[in-house]
């Protein structure tokens, strides 16, 4: 049960504890901002919002009272590089949500840990009181009077829609996890109608490393819309599965050679709510430009069922979907349907080209990231893969499948 | 429930109620604790946790049955969640799924007679690089085959407490 670390060293190691933090307070909140709005940091859970966007609203809202909430709902399969994080790298998300409360003016912090990382919970307490100690959460951070920042942990009880940041912010105030409309979003209306900002785990890691190592340093890397390095958590049909470190831009392929994995068939990038991409896209590149994602990578080899992959991501979704809008509710479960009729090999084109604009109807019409991105791998997979998946002769079920 | 054992838990729940606080965000943490200490949610502990917080029953029923991990139904002691995804899945997740179901003597969803375990599905556990992987309450295993689930139910049915195989260290380096 070791920590798997594909890439031999991470930025993260080459970052002096403090350097960040220390760098953030000789500044005046606004040349923080202004830093990170030069390196372009844009956010690292998937969605891609740019960060310095995101915080200077929260910094302009009035309230008495702002939330810094740290993401750690990593739900997404195919996801594990916050895990890492968490457990080797704890120090620089908290010096990260720190340099936050510093900016948007918050004198609380949260950390959102799903429920399956429940055993992370004592390792991050420990740094949290260990950080408390030092003088870099408390009255007066950092030796500042009047900055004011601590930082509790909140568990998560199993949802993955949770990680959605207004559905998050519901958990958060004891309610069922379902997604709000937006707008109003958090950073004027979030915990408790106050102004929040929620950014995932590697986030606020990569805010501290802005800091210490500067602007230019992490915009020379990646392409001129997606800057900087990325965590890469990869899994499936490879030689050297773990957590990577590229910088956004990287192509596929080349993705592939490093973690020994050239003879794919297909990519899911992005995780269950990612797309399927076949070899003869191996050539585009990994950025919010062009194919997005929150740092899943999943390798399927030559021998793999691609209708098996569509069937496992669309289950879960029906699962996880929480039933408040239509589309979602009725829709997954009728996409399951169809991928159950392609499996015994009785749908007509015409019910495929059926099931595709379904899909399109979620995309367009969910309340939520949940169902518009449910259909996303199904999607690619008909769209891709039509002369493995159609006129199929019927096989047997496994033992010890799924319900 | 005998009538002095519902005053005991629900002295219980105030004391829960006062070290988390009685506003709405209180509740889930409550519940959490409420779960880890007495295997379940029960129908009186909701109204009693109602009560605590100024809140209709409903309201803490609609919580208790959207989350995964809070239940209204007795649960084991060890609730094993075995991962579902499909990197687990292509690495032998039916096998193991099998084999669970063997050495326990029951379904997915299901409980043991004895109280001592629950089996269920889990959605990814983050473990996709060293899968098949399963929770055992807090305790994550990887590559679990279906040869070692007989040892991990072994060293389960040994710990004494329902939560003694959790360091709050995480998994092993």
Redesign the interface.
Known sequence: ????LGSRSLTFDTIEPGAGLSAALRKAPGDVLAEIGESGLRGRGGAGFPTSVKWSLAAEAESDQKYVVCNAD???????K??VIL?EYADLVLEGMTIAARVIGAARGLIYLR?????????IDEVLQRRRRQGLLGKAVGGREGFRFDVEI???????VCGEETALIE????????PRNRPPFPIDTGY?GRPTIVNNVETFAWVVCILAKGAGWFNSRGTEQSTGPKLF?????CRR???YEFPLGVTIAELLREVGGEEAKAV?VG??SGQCLPRAKFDRTIAYEDVPTGGSI?V?GPQ?DML??AH??L??FA??S?GQCTPCREGVPKLIEGVDMLKRGQCSMAYLNELCSLGETLQLASKCGLGQSAPNAFLSIARDFRDEILGRTPEPR?????? | MLVTERERLREELVRLADEHGRDRSALIPILQEVQRRWLRISPYCMQAIADLLDLHPVEVYSVVSFYDFLEDKPQGQFVIRLCRTITCDMFGKAHVARQLENDLGIKFGETTPDGKFTLQWAHCLGMCDQGPAMLVNDQVFTRVTPESIHGILAQCRETFGVHAVSDGKGPAR
């Open positions: 049960m070791t920590t798997i990593e739900g997404e399969p195919g996801t594990f916050d895990r457990s429920a399956e990382y429940a055993y992370l919970r004592g390792h909140r568990m998560g009880s199993g949802s993955y958990s958060l105030e004891g309610q069922r996890g379902e408790f958590s990869v899994s499936g049909d599965p773990g957590v899911q995780g269950a999943i399927f793999r098996d992959v496992n991501f289950e879960f699962d996880e929480c496994r033992t010890g499948d799924d319900p």
